[in-house]
């Protein structure tokens, strides 16, 4: 067994625990205050609303579709190979590129940057391996994806939320009585909204399942659940009568109303997409330690998720959320573009269907530029007044600096962690 995980095994879990918490909690506070951000700033829920929703919905997605294997070295940045040999190196790595994405997180949160967790990650993890163990253990060529991701993702969902919003204008904002059109329309939109998530989740988020569906097979189940959606839609757009004093210091606000209830579903969805996506994942350097910790110190390149540890990561981004998200979803909900259902759900809906073409043709993406990029979109329908251009620079840049920041945030504290321990 490798001296320094016999001697300090139990500290360094302990630790593990301690920073892995730290980084839920900054996905919570920003990566699902992004994937609410569009529900909550249009008002369709309150903040209390995607708190609930979050813990139910992220637990779900987790451990329904999260994972029982995940891959300990994350996105295949690193040949797991190199570290047969000093595992303890791996170990401080791990922690080190945990705490540095977490230290990221927590400060783009507080200046509102929905930025992408697993950039932050990937970053944070390249740069300990770089400088820690060598420049060759790092698989460079990964590093072209996410470049073009940054410029791929917005772009896609962009044009997808510009004329699905131009869609609901024709058919419903431009036109007279635009309350009944939008509760003879809006079932159809519920129908593609439940067609697209459950699309998205059984074609991306279930392979963890190792559930053996066919392409065909999940698009006739995912109009199933489309159809389902649309008659629990029904339902509920029958309690919905107009009122017309509300429309007297907004012309659409009874139409908002309409838009709202469709997003309480595309929110629930969001939330257990996120959660099959990006959670488990998110916490996967924690299950690489517990797996050379508890093995005496080999090297897996993948290695089971203790349920302990979806907890964990399921608590802490529900906390996340509750406590620091409204930054990240001031600037999405307001600072882009103002947001009511109506757009909100065409950001929404765009960025699903954003996630699925790219899937399909094997496009890198990032869900968190996928959605920000969509509320672009729906701005720029409405013309390019419509954006506050500064908060879309900014945001922009952070994106590019999350990559670099990560890493060095990471060799920092890897060596702290060597020199304490070694």
């Not at 004329?163 to 509760?183: H, T």
């Not at 003879?184 to 699309?199: C, H, S, T």
């Not at 189940?221 to 004093?245: F, N, T």
């Not at 060095?408 to 962690?417: H, R």
């Amino acid at each position: 067994m490798n001296v320094i995980i016999e001697n300090y095994g139990s500290i360094l879990l302990i630790l593990a625990c301690v920073v892995g918490f730290f980084m839920a909690w900054g996905i919570g506070a920003n990566d699902v205050s992004n994937a609410m951000g569009t529900s909550v700033g249009s008002k369709a829920i309150t903040i209390k609303q995607a708190i609930l929703i979050a813990a139910v919905f992220e637990f779900a997605g987790a451990f329904l579709a999260g994972g029982e294997v995940t891959s300990t070295i994350r996105s295949g940045i690193v040949d797991p190979t190199v570290f047969n040999d000093k595992p303890d190196l791996l170990v401080f790595g791990m922690i080190a590129s945990l705490l540095a994405a977490g230290t990221w997180l927590a400060i783009a949160t507080f200046y509102g940057w929905p930025v992408s967790t697993t950039h932050s990650i990937v970053g944070a993890i390249a740069g300990f391996a770089a400088v820690g163990v060598g420049m060759d253990a790092v698989q460079w060529s990964k590093f072209g994806t996410i470049v073009i991701s940054w410029i791929t993702s917005p772009l896609l969902s962009a044009f997808i939320a510009f004329w699905i919003f131009r869609s609901v204008q024709y058919l419903i904002l431009d036109k007279e009585g635009p309350f009944g059109l939008a509760k003879k329309y809006v079932p159809y939109y519920m129908l593609a909204v439940g067609f697209i998530m459950a699309f998205v989740t059984l074609t991306k988020g279930l392979k963890h399942l190792g559930l053996p569906l066919t392409t065909m097979q999940s698009f006739w189940y995912s109009l199933g659940v489309g159809v389902v959606v649309m008659s629990i839609g029904m339902v509920l757009l029958r309690r919905i009568k107009l009122d017309p004093a509300a429309d007297r210091e907004f012309h659409f606000t009874n139409v908002e109303r309409v838009f709202a209830i469709l997003m309480v579903f595309s929110a629930c969805a969001m939330a257990f997409a996120h959660g099959s996506n990006d959670v488990a994942n998110a916490i996967g350097p924690l299950a690489a330690i517990h797996s050379v910790l508890s093995s005496g110190g080999l090297v897996a390149s993948k290695a089971a998720l203790p349920t302990w540890i979806l907890l964990l990561g399921g608590v802490g981004i529900v906390i996340g959320l509750a406590t620091y998200g409204y930054r990240v979803i001031e600037t999405i909900g307001h600072q882009i573009t103002h947001l009511t259902p109506t757009r909100g759900f065409s950001a929404e809906f765009a960025t699903a269907s954003a996630v699925v073409v790219a899937s399909g043709i094997g496009m890198p993406i990032s869900t968190t530029h996928t959605l920000v990029g969509a509320v672009v979109g729906v701005g720029l329908a409405r013309g390019i007044g419509a954006l506050n251009l500064g908060v879309v620079r900014t945001i922009f840049t952070s994106w590019i600096i999350t990559v670099p920041a990560g890493a060095a945030l990471s060799i920092l504290f890897f060596f702290i962690l060597k020199y304490l321990f070694v």
